[in-house]
Nanobody, 124 residues
């Protein structure tokens, strides 16, 4: 059984930083790309960042480029999202997802497993 569990979300002031983590189990983590998506109230889910199986290929949404950093630790089956210079518009539930292949992708339908999400709230 594949499980993904996010942690690290909380209330933070604008300009602050957070580190989100996603611990996985039940699948060979190092074989698959990982992604972070977010969904704000009343909005569609949107892509945030993704990393391929080795960490050698990374994509970011334009809205977070230069502020967020995705990384993975294949020895610990974990992916992280470092979030700096947070803005109120970053407020959302952040979910990690495991792709169907090791190739990096921004497309939600190319992810086969999802976590429950962790709430990030940025106050102005």
């Amino acid at each position: 059984q594949v499980q993904l569990a996010e942690s690290g979300g909380r209330l933070v002031q604008a300009g602050g930083s957070l580190r989100l983590s996603c611990a996985t189990s039940g699948r060979t983590f190092s074989s698959y790309a990982m992604g972070w998506f977010r969904q704000a109230p009343g909005k569609e889910r949107e892509f945030v960042a993704a990393i391929n199986w080795s960490g050698g290929s990374i994509y970011y949404a334009d809205s977070v480029k230069g502020r967020f950093t995705i990384s993975r630790d294949n020895a610990k089956n974990t992916v992280h999202l470092y979030m700096n210079s947070l803005k109120p518009e970053d407020t959302a539930v952040y979910s990690c997802a495991m792709a169907t292949t090791g190739r990096v992708t921004v497309l939600p339908y190319e992810y086969s497993y999802w976590g429950q999400g962790t709430q990030v709230t940025v106050s102005s």
